[in-house]
T-cell receptor
């Protein structure tokens, strides 16, 4: 199947700093990319949906000014957590869809001290 | 809004035995996809099986098969000849048929343990 990469796989940062997570579709062009958040022992919660070259659509309750999403090309999307706080600590998963299938990245563990 | 319900938080099966994970969903759509995803301890989401709602035949992938009951809005996953590597969280998911931006709606998951 197609491969979606995420970088970094884990990051530790201080409270108040910003963190950028990259998501790349390695061998296909993604029409749409998705960002999820997953708390321990819970399901995936969709944060936002983005299409290349257009603004992301955020789910209700997700702060768009805190979680900045940029979908610069058909193979790259970034999630920036701005002014991170300990409550933003979580596992973030990106997903990319081609015409038929949706593929998931390996996730990024963010810890905010 | 569509909802997906997995009523079994945890299940256990002995190696080489068969286990069935339950999933029900609610939708007013007639065309949609249903999925089972596996999330092992590595947390990499892996597609196990997919079912198109318009297909009457149940999907099968090697040891994994589904029982799709459209009228009952039920979509269970059967794992035959269970292996230690099948131990994982399993998520049932729904997606509308149309629209490239249509979203996956996940259930709460079932944690499967495989014992010797």
């Amino acid at each position: 199947g197609a491969v979606v990469s995420q970088h970094p796989s884990w990051v530790i940062c201080k409270s108040g700093t910003s963190v950028k997570i990259e998501c790349r579709s390695l061998d296909f062009q993604a029409t749409t990319m998705f960002w999820y958040r997953q708390f321990p022992k819970q399901s995936l919660m969709l944060m936002a949906t983005s299409n290349e070259g257009s603004k992301a659509t955020y789910e209700q309750g997700v702060e768009k000014d805190k979680f900045l999403i940029n979908h610069a090309s058909l193979t790259l999307s970034t999630l920036t957590v701005t002014s991170a706080h300990p409550e933003d600590s979580s596992f973030y998963i990106c997903s990319a869809r081609d015409v038929y299938e949706q593929f998931f990245g390996p996730g990024t563990r963010l810890t905010v001290l | 809004a569509q909802t997906v319900t997995q009523s079994q938080p945890e299940m256990s099966v002995q190696e080489a035995e068969t286990v069935t994970l339950s999933c029900t969903y609610d939708t007013s759509e007639s065309d949609y996809y249903l999925f089972w995803y596996k999330q092992p301890p590595s947390r990499q989401m892996i597609l196990v099986i997919r079912q198109e709602a318009y297909k009457q035949q149940n999907a099968t992938e090697n040891r994994f098969s589904v029982n799709f009951q459209k009228a009952a809005k039920s979509f269970s996953l059967k794992i035959s000849d269970s292996q230690l590597g099948d131990a994982a969280m399993y998520f049932c998911a729904y997606r509308r048929y149309t629209g490239t931006a249509s979203k996956l709606t996940f259930g709460t998951g079932t944690r499967l343990q495989v014992t010797l």
